[in-house]
């Protein structure tokens, strides 16, 4: 499966964005889906998970209650919908199937990332 997570962009603090990975490939639906993200200088860190049929999703602590994650099967799509945004926010947001999990070991292939960048 091929990934390609898109929907970047600058934002306010208190501000909404809704990111987007696509995935090429049939084997799409039978993956769980993670979302990290990649601050400058640091490393990359779990946000999300949701697994292959929606029905369980798992969220780091920094973003419980702000960001929701979710898929369509069908058209071989997973978003991240992030409100509330803050400015530690910040970082390359990358998309990546493979084992339902917070560890990045668990996922590969990972999609080329999006840009978010909240200004406070």
């Known amino acids: 499966v091929q990934l390609q997570a898109s929907g970047g962009g600058l934002v306010q603090a208190g501000g909404s964005l809704r990111l987007s990975c696509a995935a090429s490939?049939?084997?799409?639906?039978?993956?769980?889906m993670g979302w990290f993200r990649q601050a400058p200088g640091k490393e990359r860190d779990f946000v999300a998970t949701?697994?292959?049929?929606?029905?369980?999703?798992r969220y780091a602590d920094s973003v419980k209650g702000r960001f929701t994650v979710s898929r369509d099967n069908a058209k071989n799509m997973v978003y991240l919908q992030m409100n509330s945004l803050k400015p530690e926010d910040t970082a390359v947001y990358y998309c990546?199937?493979?084992?339902?999990?917070?560890?990045?070991?668990?996922?590969?292939?990972w999609g080329q990332g999006t840009l978010v960048t909240v200004s406070s």
């Open positions: 990546a199937a493979g084992a339902y999990g917070s560890s990045v070991g668990n996922y590969g292939p």
């Open positions: 490939g049939r084997t799409f639906s039978s993956y769980d």
């Open positions: 949701i697994s292959w049929s929606g029905s369980s999703t």
